[in-house]
């Protein structure tokens, strides 16, 4: 069974409000999902990443800190 009056003309005029918020509302949403992504991948990025020579060259160095910290009699 269809519709009786199927005028698509005026379901156009009538629905045009409708239709342009969802589209609307599609489009804000795309570009809130975009926003969010390049937002958490510009905070995950880290601008000096450091390698693990330098890691190791700064573990080093801490660990020759420790010791120089020691009162000079017990010092070597």
Same mark, same amino acid.
Not at 22 to 51: C, F, H, N, R, W
């Given at each position: 069974?269809? &519709?009786?009056? /199927?005028?698509?003309?005026?379901?156009?005029?009538?629905? +045009?409000? &409708? !239709? +342009?918020?969802?589209?609307?509302?599609? !489009?804000?949403?795309?570009?809130?999902?975009?926003?969010?992504?390049?937002?958490?991948?510009?905070?995950? /990025?880290?601008?000096?990443?450091?390698? *693990?020579?330098?890691?190791?060259?700064? *573990?080093?160095?801490?660990?020759? &800190?420790?010791?120089? /910290? &020691?009162?000079?009699?017990?010092?070597?």
């Amino acid at each position: 069974m269809s &519709a009786p009056d /199927t005028d698509t003309e005026t379901q156009k005029k009538r629905h +045009r409000h &409708a !239709i +342009r918020g969802i589209k609307t509302a599609i !489009i804000v949403g795309a570009l809130l999902m975009i926003a969010a992504i390049v937002y958490y991948v510009l905070q995950a /990025t880290d601008p000096s990443p450091e390698t *693990a020579a330098e890691a190791e060259v700064r *573990a080093g160095q801490k660990d020759n &800190a420790a010791t120089s /910290t &020691a009162p000079p009699d017990l010092q070597q």
